[in-house]
């Protein structure tokens, strides 16, 4: 019985070591917070009229002399500034012709597939390796626009004993949001073969996905017309959202004719839904004030002002003015208002948290832990004393009997 009062004891002792160290904290948690708090609005005061200050008189400044008027200057008849002749207006003749291959506006709601579609720098497009290679002209008189164009097959109108076939190739894919997507171009064909033999020019659509098998052939004639022709739009809508290869080729069977071109301005547009342009329509809406310039008056009356055009209202926030009264400057609210910030109940251990340095509460459940964890050892110290003595009074009773 002895021994358990020891061990309370301990414990008693350890939890009031505990007490003392943190009763500053209790101490302080007690303490009414006012840091969280909003803090008592103060009404402005009410400024008070400023004095009339008494104008003195100024000290009058010297005042500067006077300049000499300027002479002034007749120009003679040899510094008369030579006048621009009036342009004579142009005369109205006959309308000039729009040459071919002018640029054409292309509709905001299409793209162009075809890059370097005027030849106007070295790639984009696959050139093909046979005996007449095709090659990129720089010779204006076969040129539509731009300073270059594409020579195809036996431009230079000689003899072809070789089958050869002169093609360039592209690919592209028509994209699925397309409505509608067509082809356009302009050829100078020339030839003295006879049509329909194997000596062409032709516009064929491959598959390049699939080894090149033909998919479409759009174009193929046997033309000797040297002119530029403008080929009129082919419509492409049943290959939208696939990927193909455009094929432009002059073809000779090697039959000693000879077939050519020359090409220009290849367009591929895929169009897609018409672009609504929205114009903005401002909207005027009515604006309720109070009668007689801010005062309510007894009936609290109120005007509806509707802005006239060109007119914009900036910001409206209705009136809490009551009769005759009307504020100068701002004045602080004494009651609770829904702009105030939330204030929170705060706990012990905020309180704690907000009045106490954090080292000193480590320190003091630190010595708190020691005296608790001190207190347990000598306890088991103790039960392992008892047991001993008990032990040995055992043994001596035994020997004894």
């Known amino acids: 019985m002895v021994h358990r009062y020891h061990v309370c004891a301990a414990a008693l ?3 009031l070591l505990g007490l003392l160290v943190l009763s500053p904290a209790a101490a302080l948690a007690s303490a009414p917070l006012y840091h969280n708090q909003p803090a008592p609005a103060t009404p402005f005061p009410t400024p008070s009229p400023l004095a009339s200050a008494t104008p003195t008189a100024s000290v009058s400044a010297t005042p500067f002399p006077t300049p000499p ?17 009036t342009p004579s207006p142009v005369s109205s003749g006959t309308p000039v012709p729009t040459p071919p291959g002018s640029p054409t506006l292309m509709p905001a709601n ?11 720098w070295d790639g984009d497009w696959q050139l093909g390796w046979d005996p007449l290679s095709p090659f990129y002209n720089s010779n204006a008189a076969f040129v539509v626009s731009g300073a270059r164009s594409m020579a ?3 431009v230079g109108q000689a003899p072809v004993t070789t089958p050869a076939y002169s ?14 997507a067509a082809i356009t171009f302009w050829y100078y064909p020339m030839s003295n073969a006879a049509a329909g033999g194997l000596n062409r020019q032709e516009l064929i659509l491959l598959d390049p996905l699939a080894f090149d098998e033909t998919v479409a052939i759009l174009w193929q004639v046997t033309e000797n017309g040297q002119q530029w022709i403008q080929h009129p739009s082919i419509n492409l809508d049943d290959y939208i959202g696939r990927t193909l290869s455009v094929y432009f080729n002059a073809r000779n069977a090697g039959d ?6 020359y090409l220009d301005d290849v367009s591929l547009l895929a169009c897609g839904p018409a672009v609504v342009t929205l114009t903005p329509t401002a909207v005027v809406l009515p604006v309720t004030v109070p009668a007689n310039g801010g005062n309510t008056g007894t009936g609290g009356e109120h005007i509806v002002v509707t802005p006239s055009a060109g007119e914009t209202v900036i910001s409206v926030s209705p009136s809490t003015t009551t009769s005759g009264d009307v504020p100068i400057a701002p004045t602080a609210s004494h009651g609770e208002t829904n702009d105030q910030p939330r204030s929170e109940s705060p706990s012990f251990f905020d309180r704690l948290g907000g009045n106490l340095d954090t080292t000193a509460v480590l320190i003091g ?14 306890w088991f110290r103790r039960r392992d004393s008892r047991e001993s003595h008990d032990a040995q009074d055992t043994y001596d009773g035994s020997q004894g009997a």
């Open 69 to 85: 008027p300027l002479q002034s200057v007749t120009p003679s008849a040899s510094a008369s500034a030579t006048q621009f002749p």
């Open 13 to 15: 002792v350890g939890a």
């Open 110 to 120: 299409c793209i162009d597939l075809i890059r370097n579609g005027g030849f106007e």
């Open 152 to 154: 195809q097959g036996a």
């Open 167 to 180: 093609s360039i190739r592209q690919d592209v894919t028509l994209p699925a949001w397309a409505t509608s």
């Open 256 to 261: 000693g004719t000879w077939t050519g071109m």
């Open 365 to 378: 459940l630190g010595v708190a832990a020691f005296l608790i964890v001190l207190g347990i050892v000598w």
